[in-house]
């Protein structure tokens, strides 16, 4: 069965929207990295619960990455989130020009890992971003 609200706290919210056809993560401040890996297996839980296909990750507050975490995000995380097989990401922009640099390189990795099979765009707003998901 699906489920709605899998994690909100200080750092993160993740659930599903649009009629649970979208599974949101959203960061909402810089993130220690033991929060940060908890947030994001609890993201991948509720994509594979889901089965879900779009994937809007609104990083407008969120902070840079720690190297340590973004590599196990490329190690751990991707391999696994490989096997929900989604098709849509939208991504929008962090206000902090670091992080969204830091963001377009992560990003930019998780389109290699998938092999072109996963169309991911970059959006200011969030209305816009779930629109292009629904279309």
Same mark, same amino acid.
């Given at each position: ?5 899998? %994690?909100? !706290?200080?750092?993160? +919210? =993740?659930?599903?929207?649009? @009629? ?6 959203? &960061? #909402? ?26 994937i809007? %990750?609104? !990083?407008?507050?969120? +902070? =840079?990455?720690?190297?340590? @975490? ?6 751990? &995380? #991707? ?54 998901l629904m279309?």
């Amino acid at each position: 069965m699906a489920y709605s609200a899998a %994690i909100q !706290n200080r750092f993160a +919210k =993740v659930e599903m929207i649009a @009629d649970n056809q979208v599974a949101l993560l959203e &960061w #909402l401040s810089f993130v220690p990295s033991e929060f940060y890996r908890e947030i994001l297996s609890n993201f991948l839980t509720l994509l594979k619960t889901n089965n879900c296909k779009r994937i809007l %990750i609104n !990083n407008k507050k969120g +902070k =840079v990455v720690a190297p340590s @975490d973004q590599m196990w995000l490329n190690k751990n &995380w #991707l391999p696994e989130s490989q096997k929900v097989g989604f098709e849509k990401v939208a991504v929008i922009r962090s206000k902090d020009a670091f992080a969204s640099f830091a963001d377009q390189r992560m990003f930019e990795t998780l389109e290699r890992a998938y092999g072109g099979k996963v169309n991911l765009e970059f959006f200011d707003d969030e209305t816009d971003a779930l629109a292009w998901l629904m279309a």
